[in-house]
């Protein structure tokens, strides 16, 4: 059966949730993009901070993760292999920006606002958690954000940025340590 035909075969709502392994065979990149867009950009959107910014970046992602289908291995986690063009391509554009993260003097300089509410605390609190991330190099950043937010275990998060599981540990004992460090 050819890919047209197998698509063809399927309801689109069949083929949207069906394994990664089907939607490859069946080359239907638009599902496989419709299924992951979300968690991509969501990876970007935090890296980057910038919804803008991120939805190019996420639609970089594709675009590249299309055109290099055919390096794509079977045995391999598609997510996984986006994950790690996302970060890649994110890494890049942040060097070609040369991008640094606020200077802390003038952030401090910035006027805060008393919050009384127990939720606009926990706001705050959360926002200066994020800031905090947004703070740390990239590579511990982006291990933070995919364990994290991505929930993703480390042989996971070492598949992706093809590192050890060893290096991923000590990469978030890092990243801790620092955001303690900076939140206390």
Same mark, same amino acid.
């Given at each position: 059966?050819?890919?047209?035909a197998?698509?063809?075969?399927?309801?689109?709502?069949?083929?949207?949730?069906?394994?990664?392994?089907?939607?490859?065979?069946?080359?239907?990149?638009?599902?496989?993009a419709?299924?992951?867009?979300?968690?991509v950009?969501?990876?970007?959107?935090r890296?980057?901070?910038?919804?803008?910014?991120?939805?190019?970046?996420?639609?970089?992602?594709?675009?590249?993760?299309?055109?290099?289908?055919?390096?794509?291995?079977? &045995?391999?986690?598609?997510?996984?292999?986006?994950? #790690? %063009?996302?970060?890649?391509?994110? =890494?890049? *554009?942040?060097?070609? $920006? +040369?991008?640094?993260?606020?200077?802390?003097?003038?952030?401090?300089?910035?006027?805060?606002?008393?919050?009384?509410?127990?939720?606009?605390?926990?706001?705050?609190?959360?926002?200066?958690?994020l800031?905090?991330?947004?703070?740390l190099?990239?590579?511990?950043?982006?291990?933070?954000?995919?364990?994290?937010?991505?929930?993703?275990?480390?042989?996971?998060? &070492?598949?992706?940025?093809?590192?050890?599981?060893? #290096? %991923?540990?000590?990469?978030l004992? =890092?990243? *801790?340590?620092?955001? $303690? +460090?900076?939140?206390?």
């Amino acid at each position: 059966m050819t890919p047209d035909a197998a698509r063809s075969t399927l309801p689109m709502e069949l083929l949207a949730d069906a394994p990664d392994e089907v939607l490859l065979r069946a080359g239907d990149a638009a599902a496989l993009a419709r299924k992951y867009y979300g968690p991509v950009f969501g990876l970007v959107r935090r890296l980057l901070r910038n919804p803008a910014d991120a939805r190019d970046a996420a639609q970089e992602t594709f675009v590249r993760a299309i055109a290099h289908l055919k390096d794509f291995q079977p &045995g391999r986690s598609f997510r996984n292999w986006l994950f #790690a %063009i996302a970060a890649n391509h994110v =890494r890049d *554009l942040l060097r070609r $920006r +040369k991008q640094l993260p606020l200077d802390p003097a003038t952030e401090e300089s910035l006027p805060e606002l008393s919050l009384p509410d127990a939720r606009l605390l926990r706001d705050e609190n959360r926002e200066r958690l994020l800031a905090a991330v947004d703070r740390l190099p990239f590579d511990l950043k982006v291990a933070v954000t995919l364990h994290f937010q991505h929930d993703l275990s480390y042989p996971e998060i &070492g598949q992706i940025l093809g590192i050890s599981v060893n #290096a %991923i540990r000590i990469r978030l004992f =890092r990243a *801790l340590a620092a955001l $303690r +460090k900076e939140l206390s």
